[in-house]
């Protein structure tokens, strides 16, 4: 009896090699797919990332040129228009006018050369990259460095400032001049919370208006007391020029108030790098000029007393 082959073949290395290539041929072709899967999800990413900066932009360059002038006249107004009367009273009414209004057309015109500066150069912040410009990074660290140590000193000017006030205010000798302090920059930081400059604008409104009213309730309170005195407004001690006794620091120190008053340049570059349209820093300067001019040449001269020998 002859055996005859089978006419089936054994199929199971061919059933495993067929379901091989059939995975093989799912992965090529679910492949594309997985790529596009992975791109349209960075796609995601990418655009949530665009729209967030989109609208941190906005956020941060909502400055128009009205606040910016509100920005520059608290910088200009703040601590240095209060120690215009005692300048006065040490370089005489000529002097002081002369330094007050030349210093004041010097700082204008500097102020409108940084804003030369930054429309010209987006990327320039703060003074350090315009440093850079000329320097390099020598030049950047070193005025990065001065920068730091000026702000230093303006903060613990402002809290200083702060202590005399609460001191004069509560007028309480039991407690320690360090608590006022500490209050004071307590009160300095949650003030400098406010993340964009056109939200710090707000309270500059509030700075404005407080100096402003100081301004003229001294103006209207030393009126009244020298109307008040034997011979009226005619008897008022003033002097046109310095006194004969003055010294070489008094002299320097008020020369100095003046030019701390007009110190508002300082922070130009932050500012104008939040502005929505930088071009107008123009409008800011003049108008500044027009309010810190005339407002500073105007105090009345406080004359020092002096301790008798």
Not at 50 to 57: D, F, V
Not at 101 to 106: A, F, K, N, P, R
Request: aromatic fraction near 10%; proline fraction near 5%.
């Amino acid at each position: 009896m002859s055996i005859q082959p089978s006419n089936h073949s054994p199929t199971t290395g061919n059933n495993v090699d067929t379901k091989t290539s059939d995975w093989d041929q799912h992965i090529e072709a679910s492949r594309p797919q997985q790529e596009y899967d992975a791109a349209y999800e960075n796609k995601e990413i990418d655009l949530a990332r665009h729209e967030a900066l989109i609208e941190g932009e906005q956020k941060f360059h909502q400055l128009g040129w009205k606040k910016l002038t509100i920005c520059l006249i608290v910088k200009a107004i703040a601590l240095g228009a209060l120690s215009i009367p005692s300048a006065f009273a040490n370089l005489g009414m000529v002097a002081g006018v002369i330094l007050t209004v030349s210093i004041g057309l010097i700082a204008i015109y500097t102020s409108h050369v940084i804003g030369q500066v930054a429309v010209k150069y987006p990327h320039v912040k703060h003074y350090a990259d315009a440093v850079r410009l000329i320097w390099g990074r020598p030049g950047y660290e070193l005025c990065g460095a001065m920068f730091v140590c000026y702000l230093t000193l303006l903060v613990g000017s402002h809290t200083l400032s702060g202590t005399i006030a609460f001191i004069r205010i509560v007028d309480d000798t039991s407690l320690c001049a360090l608590v006022w302090a500490i209050i004071s920059a307590i009160i300095l930081f949650l003030l400098a919370l406010p993340p964009s400059f056109a939200e710090f604008a707000i309270l500059g409104y509030i700075d404005f208006v407080s100096i402003i009213a100081a301004i003229g309730i001294t103006i209207i309170a030393t009126g009244v007391v020298a109307g008040q005195q034997t011979g009226g407004l005619a008897a008022v001690e003033w002097s046109a020029w310095p006194p004969e006794d003055i010294s070489l620091k008094s002299a320097f120190l008020s020369t100095t108030n003046i030019v701390l008053a007009y110190s508002f340049a300082v922070s130009q570059f932050s500012f104008m790098s939040e502005m929505h349209t930088p071009k107008d820093y123009i409008k800011s300067i003049w108008s500044l000029g027009l309010v810190s001019l005339p407002s500073k040449s105007t105090f009345p001269e406080k004359k020092e007393e002096k301790n008798p020998d």
